[in-house]
């Protein structure tokens, strides 16, 4: 009897070996798929999740520089309206006084001056304007209006108006000028010692 016809009857000694070893390598082939598409999809994640950690903390730079620009502009008002938006009792004088010498400094004498206040509504500051009129050559004028703008108050050359006169027999020039600045309250005892009447309120 050949070797064939032996397995053949014994088919049922081995058969069920067989069979097993058969079951297993299928179950280790789909477990090893199983493993494997398992793995790609952890990878996947993985990568998906980096993505979104890069993102986050390209977020979080972004808002650590917000913050530090918020807090350095919150700086900077505060010292704006601490320094040049002082209370007007508080700088009046010395914006007067400054502007007067720098008048003076560019050779010039201003005539009576007027003053205006108005209250602007949405900032809660007050608009503070004095005017006068002031006579000389074009570069006394030039250099009057250069010292004002100069000025370490915070001082606005609100108007400046040519004054002609045809029968002047001298090279001068008049102008009107109007120079404001703000205040971060109105004191109306000071208005009324510089016979401001009437303050008006704007937007």
């Keep these: 009897m050949n070797g064939r016809g032996v397995w053949l009857r014994l088919w049922y000694l081995w058969m069920p070996a067989g069979a097993l070893v058969l079951l297993n390598v299928t179950w280790l082939a789909g477990l090893r798929?199983?493993?494997?598409?398992?793995?790609?999809?952890?990878?996947?994640?993985?990568?998906?999740?980096?993505?979104?950690?890069?993102?986050?903390?390209?977020?979080?730079?972004e808002l650590e520089r917000q913050t530090r620009n918020l807090?350095?502009?919150?700086?900077?008002?505060?010292?704006?309206?601490?320094?040049?938006?002082?209370p007007m009792h508080a700088r009046l004088v010395t914006f007067l006084s400054d502007l007067v010498n720098r008048v003076h400094e560019a050779g010039l004498n201003p005539d009576r001056l007027a003053y205006s206040a108005q209250r602007q509504e949405k900032s809660g500051?007050?608009?503070?304007?004095?005017?006068?009129?002031?006579?000389?050559?074009?570069?006394?004028?030039?250099?009057?209006?250069?010292?004002?703008?100069?000025?370490?108050?915070?001082?606005?050359?609100?108007?400046l108006t040519l004054r002609g006169d045809e029968n002047a027999s001298s090279l001068d020039v008049g102008i009107q000028l109007a120079v404001?600045?703000?205040f971060s309250d109105?004191?109306?005892?000071?208005?009324?010692?510089?016979?401001?009447k009437e303050v008006t309120t704007g937007e």
């Design 33 to 61: 798929g199983s493993v494997v598409g398992r793995g790609s999809i952890l990878a996947n994640q993985v990568g998906a999740l980096e993505v979104e950690v890069n993102r986050l903390e390209g977020h979080s730079r």
């Design 186 to 196: 109105l004191d109306e005892r000071l208005m009324k010692d510089l016979g401001v």
């Design 71 to 86: 807090a350095e502009l919150q700086e900077n008002l505060g010292a704006l309206r601490r320094d040049r938006l002082a």
């Design 125 to 159: 500051l007050v608009y503070f304007v004095a005017s006068f009129a002031v006579k000389g050559s074009y570069e006394q004028l030039r250099r009057c209006v250069f010292l004002l703008e100069s000025s370490p108050q915070f001082v606005l050359v609100d108007q």
């Design 180 to 182: 404001g600045t703000y």
